[in-house]
């Protein structure tokens, strides 16, 4: 199994600009998670979905940030427009069932100038 | 609203020395305990979890953990750490009825030989 895939894996724009991370879970799995980590504020839960369909984005921090899920296979985080206070890693993980354990992609580290 | 407290932010240990990093969380009913541990540079990856039965559980490389229900505890604890321990450790409650994880802050472990 591949894990968890995400891309890309580094990211460097300009205020302003668009920005889009993708993530494809493993397959099987009917849990798809968005999640943010930095130095001041830890790793963050954004998004997460269940067979596809949004759960909880409670901690999306605002409406520039969206998610998607148009497939079982594939998710994306867009932001629009970016700031530099977004430069952070950010996950995708996934699960097969309620409460299971999550795997965690690599990451996409973002930096925005 | 649940939260999981770490308060070993940073840890230096020498190689052969036991380790032991607390976890607690605020949730009084049924939980679901997990360890994740990430390397430098990688991603999250699952140590132990407990879910139910035993509260000693075991996990990769060494590691366990106990829970604890008087106090609401979920420490982490490995008895001669090693070089390759080097990293950010940290401790997640599963929300009741849902798929989320509350992560704590983390804890970093620095090794030296």
Redesign the interface.
């Known amino acids: 199994d591949a894990g968890v895939i995400q891309s890309p894996r580094h990211e460097v724009t300009e205020m302003g600009q668009e920005v889009t991370l993708r993530c494809k879970p493993i397959s099987g799995h009917n ?1 798809l ?1 968005w999640y943010r980590q930095t130095m001041m504020r ?2 963050e ?1 954004l998004i ?1 979905f ?1 067979n596809n369909v949004p ?2 984005d409670s901690g999306m921090p605002e409406d520039r940030f969206s998610a998607k899920m148009p497939n079982a296979s594939f998710s994306t985080l867009k932001i629009q427009p970016s700031e530099p206070r977004d430069s952070a890693v950010y ?1 995708c ?1 996934s ?1 097969f069932g ?2 299971e ?7 996409t580290r973002l930096l925005v100038l | 609203a649940q939260s999981v407290s770490q308060h070993n932010h940073h840890v230096i240990l020498s190689e052969a020395a036991s380790l032991e990093l607390g976890c607690n969380y605020s949730y009084g009913g049924t939980v ?1 305990l ?1 360890w ?1 541990v990430q390397y430098p540079g ?5 140590l132990l ?1 407990y ?1 139910s039965g035993d509260p000693l559980v075991k996990g990769i490389k060494g590691f366990e953990a106990e829970f604890i229900k008087s106090k609401f505890s979920f420490n982490l604890r490995k008895p001669s750490v090693q070089w390759s321990d080097t990293a950010e450790y ?1 401790c997640a409650v ?1 929300v009741p009825n ?9 804890t970093r472990l620095q090794v030296f030989p």
Do not use: E, V
């Not at chain 1, 354990?101 to 990451?107: D, R, V």
């Not at chain 2, 990688?42 to 699952?46: A, P, T």
């Not at chain 2, 849902?98 to 983390?106: A, C």
């Open positions: 849990s998670f830890g790793l839960l997460y269940n759960i909880d996950f993980a699960s309620q409460k354990t999550q795997y965690f992609g690599p990451g | 679901n997990f994740y990688q991603h999250l990856q699952l979890k879910f940290f599963n849902t798929d989320k994880l509350i992560f704590g802050t983390g």
